[in-house]
């Protein structure tokens, strides 16, 4: 069972997130907005665009995907990181 990586940047994290049709909606400064449409419902996210992504901002943004998603959090990371 994968755990959370310490390592991801935020373009990652997009790039990954992009299976759930979540799409950069715009870039302002160091941080990417992302916005997905999902059974007839928006959801908005702004990620950092760093490096490395701090694990409790991760941990923060997965639990929000996850939520709007209506899965684990998880079910979540095993998918996104196996």
């Not at 940047?9 to 715009?26: H, I």
């Not at 990417?32 to 996210?45: D, P």
């Amino acid at each position: 069972m994968p755990k959370i990586p310490r390592d991801i940047s935020g373009r990652e994290l997009a790039q990954l997130l992009d299976r759930y049709k979540y799409e950069v909606a715009r870039e302002s400064g160091s941080h990417l907005r992302l916005v997905s449409i999902y059974q007839n419902k928006e959801h908005k996210i702004t990620i950092p665009d760093h490096k490395a992504i701090k694990i409790g901002t991760l941990n923060n943004i997965l639990n929000d995907v996850a939520e709007y998603l209506k899965i684990s959090k998880q079910e979540l990371i095993n998918e996104l990181f196996k």
